[in-house]
């Protein structure tokens, strides 16, 4: 026979209990301010609080938009295969500042993304049916296009691989 738990209501945590939660949090992760601030708001948080516990945390180097920026863009290259574009638009969806975005993408290194681009698309060719060659450059291009990089990248790259 199964228990039934019952759901307390959620407990309102006081500044300096939510700060040492996110702290924490921080401490083990990199976490934008927009995160945090969302975190925050689902924890129901007044408007003044989490301004404050966002600018401690920022004071107290939790939070780096910097270093979060860095890291993300990293990540996402090296682990999901992400392209500038959609790296620049993800960023852009955490309201992080433009040009740490753009410093970011121009911090990744061009033959670790080129090699990236590479390795993405003679995987997906090898799954590919087409017809032509035209046919396979243009799955081939919605697919990369669709992954974030560039359509000259693209481009450089079949041409390199034709």
């Not at 199964?2 to 209501?9: E, G, I, S, V, Y």
């Not at 989490?50 to 979060?68: C, G, P």
């Not at 681009?117 to 296009?145: C, T, W």
């Amino acid at each position: 026979r199964q228990k039934h738990r019952f759901l307390n209501p959620m407990k309102i945590l006081t500044e300096e209990e939510a700060f040492a939660r996110l702290s924490a949090q921080c401490a083990t992760a990199e976490h934008c301010a927009h995160e945090i601030n969302e975190k925050m708001v689902r924890w129901q948080l007044d408007d003044d609080i989490r301004k404050r516990i966002i600018q401690r945390l920022t004071e107290e180097r939790y939070i780096d938009e910097r270093r979060y920026c860095r890291a993300f863009t990293a990540d996402k290259l090296r682990y999901n295969k992400w392209g500038r574009h959609k790296i620049a638009q993800a960023l852009a969806m955490k309201h992080i500042d433009r040009t740490l975005v753009n410093e970011a993408l121009d911090g990744i290194d061009e033959e670790e993304y080129f090699s990236v681009l590479q390795d993405v698309l003679s995987a997906k060719r090898k799954s590919i049916k087409a017809a032509n060659d035209y046919e396979l450059h243009g799955k081939l291009m919605r697919f990369a296009i669709g992954r974030g990089f560039g359509m000259d990248e693209v481009r450089r790259y079949i041409e390199q691989n034709d």
